[in-house]
């Protein structure tokens, strides 16, 4: 399953629960991170999908049996429940073998822009997150589905305040959308109850707690953004990152998009990679929309890490 945006493309992505019989975490508790930049010049991508490669959130892998089922809990709080007989292999049988989960969870805006996850639909609604996470499961190294009647919970740390109007997403081939999955929202959490997986199965499953109707109170214009940048000379990505809401827009159709909410505060972020020097390039500009704004940037040379520490600055 791929969610594909411009110039790019992703490859995409409860309730206290007691520990069941038969789970196994890895020994190590902390995930190993598989997009660690191993070039000798950490600065230097080859392009903006290898900047997303190296920088967003490393993938975590968990075992559990697949008879007996099985829990566990991420670095970031994440409480995962799978039950007994939750799988079935390519022949339609039950998994009753070990069974290997890959999972990662996205709760920030600075990650989900990393990992190029947007809260947004392909048609510019922008969605406001209640956070994102990637599911696959494999046995033997092959992917397996849900077997019918199955269900995994996947509770979602929530310290913001309650939004009962979050609904489950998940993403396929033109982009967010909704199915069979669904969202409860409790106190401090919600509860996304996986009842459907993505086709194909060897791409995983990326999934979204969204508030659909969040921006529907703000009236749509236009932003327009203008630089004096050769643009044909990066590889490079724009978005909003918007002041006291978990929402992270990009823009498919540069350089203008006419989704913008009136009145709302935000900060352009453009991320690129230079192709003559493989080099990042980046742009933050503070903005309050108005009516058919027009916004001016240029993208200065970075480091990775300075990228970080502004980006970081916006989750608030």
Known sequence: MKLTLKNIAIAATIFSISAIS??????????????????????????????????????????????????????QGTKVRIPANAFWDNSNQVVTGPVTIQFKDIYKKSDMLLSNVPTMLRTGQLLKSGGEFFIKALSASVAVNLAPAKSIVVQQPNSLPKDSSMMAYIADTTGWTQNSNYVVDTAGSYLYQITTLCMPLNGGSLCNTDDYNYFSHYSPTS?????????????????????????????????????????????????????????????????????????????TQTTTANFKTQLSALNN
Do not use: E, W
Not at 38 to 55: E, G, I, R, V
Not at 274 to 294: M, Q
């Open 22 to 75: 038969g789970c196994k975490k890895d020994s190590t508790p902390t995930p190993t991170n598989t997009n660690t930049n191993s070039q000798s010049n950490p600065d230097t991508y080859s392009s903006l999908s290898d900047f997303y490669a190296k920088n967003g959130v490393p993938l975590q892998t968990f075992t559990i049996n697949g008879a007996t089922g099985g829990s566990f809990t991420t670095p």
């Open 223 to 299: 932003l327009t953004l203008q630089t004096t940048d050769t643009v044909s000379l990066y590889n490079f990505q724009a978005y909003l990152m918007f002041t006291g809401i978990n929402t992270t827009c990009v823009y498919h159709t540069y350089p203008l998009y006419n989704g913008a909410p009136l009145g709302l505060q935000c900060t352009l972020v453009v991320v690129g990679v230079r192709l003559s020097n493989s080099k990042l390039y980046s742009a933050f500009v503070p903005i309050t929309i108005t009516a058919n704004l027009n916004v001016s940037y240029h993208l």
